[in-house]
């Protein structure tokens, strides 16, 4: 994965409703390994890097804490999904998760 410098100015510029119009653009995967815990995920690989880190961080900013087997993750409703990812260093995010609410 390259290597990048967080800019926190180009990455915060975008308000809930443009978040929500990216995630809405977004290809999302059926996680098939767990079908015991439905949800889909979407890869940084297919996405624009920018805007997937945008979307992460705002995530991380902006979502409410929520505890899940015993760990904290961030969490951001929006529509009929709860979006979260796995609390990695945005250098080694590469999946944004969701799931139905």
């Known amino acids: 994965m390259k290597s990048f410098a ?10 809930y409703e443009q978040v929500c119009k990216l995630l809405d653009n977004w290809k999302w995967i059926f996680a098939k390994t767990m079908p015991h815990m439905p949800h889909e995920y979407c890869l940084r690989k297919n996405c624009n890097d920018n805007d997937f880190i945008t979307v992460v961080l705002y995530i991380r900013k902006h979502g409410y804490i929520k505890i899940f087997k015993g760990r904290e993750y961030k969490y951001l409703d929006y529509g009929n999904h709860t979006y979260w990812t796995m609390g990695s260093a945005i250098e080694k995010t590469i999946l944004i998760n969701r799931a139905k609410i």
């Open 6 to 15: 967080l800019n926190a100015e180009i990455h915060s510029i975008l308000n």
